[in-house]
C-alpha cells in the first residue's frame, strides 16, 4: 500500500520531536535536529514540486485547449492541399492532352484512337465487309467514342462508304488518301 507523502513526513517529525524532547544526550540531540532539519528540507521540496506539478498540469490543459483548433485548421489544411493536388493532377493530364493535340495539329496527325482504326479497317481485305458501328466495337472503344474518331476519318477523307444493307447498315473501306496516310506516317 503506497504511502502518503504528507503522512510520513508529519509522522517523522513528530517522532523526531519526541526523541529530541526524551534524549538528554547533547550529541544524539543535534543529531536529531540534523534529521528534523533535513526532513523540513524535504516538506519543502515536496510542497514546492507539487506546486510545479499543479503547474504543469494547468499548463498541459491549456495547451490541450490551444491545440484542438490548431488541429482543426491542420486537417483542413491538409484536405485543401489533397484538393488542389488533384486539380493539379487533373491540370497536368489536361496540359498534357492539350500538347499532344497541339502536337499533332502541327503534324496533321489523327489521334491515335483514330490511326487504330484506320490500321484495323486497312487491315480487312476488299471481301470481307464492315460496318462502323462493328469496327467500334472491334476496336474496343466505346460507342460514343468511336463515333467521335470515326468521323474524324470521315472528315479527312480517309474512309468511305461502299455500300449499304436495310437493317444492318453502311459497310465502309481506306482510301487511297487513308492508305497514303498510313504509308508517310510509317503506319505499315
Not at 80 to 87: C, M, N, Q, S
Not at 154 to 183: D, E, I
Amino acid at each position: 500500500m503506497p504511502i502518503d507523502p504528507i503522512s510520513a513526513i508529519t509522522t517523522l517529525r513528530a517522532l523526531t520531536a519526541s526523541l529530541v524532547d526524551s534524549i538528554t544526550d547533547r550529541k544524539q540531540a543535534s543529531e536529531l535536529r540534523e534529521i528534523q532539519s533535513i526532513i523540513s528540507s524535504l516538506d519543502a521540496e515536496y510542497f514546492r514540486m507539487r506546486k510545479e506539478g499543479l503547474k504543469l498540469e494547468t499548463d498541459y490543459a491549456e495547451l490541450k485547449q490551444r491545440v484542438i483548433p490548431l488541429e482543426t485548421r491542420m486537417a483542413k489544411a491538409e484536405a485543401e492541399r489533397d484538393e488542389a493536388t488533384a486539380e493539379l493532377a487533373s491540370l497536368r493530364s489536361k496540359l498534357a492532352e492539350f500538347s499532344a493535340e497541339e502536337e499533332r495539329k502541327k503534324t496533321n496527325r489523327l489521334p491515335a484512337e483514330s490511326e487504330k482504326m484506320l490500321l484495323e479497317l486497312s487491315g480487312i481485305g476488299p471481301r470481307v465487309e464492315i460496318t462502323k458501328d462493328r469496327l467500334i466495337s472491334h476496336c474496343g472503344f466505346p460507342q460514343a467514342r468511336g463515333d467521335y474518331y470515326f468521323d474524324l476519318l470521315c472528315s479527312a477523307k480517309f474512309v468511305r462508304m461502299t455500300h449499304g444493307r436495310m437493317n444492318v447498315g453502311s459497310f465502309w473501306a481506306v482510301t487511297s488518301g487513308g492508305r497514303q496516310y498510313l504509308v508517310e506516317n510509317k503506319l505499315i
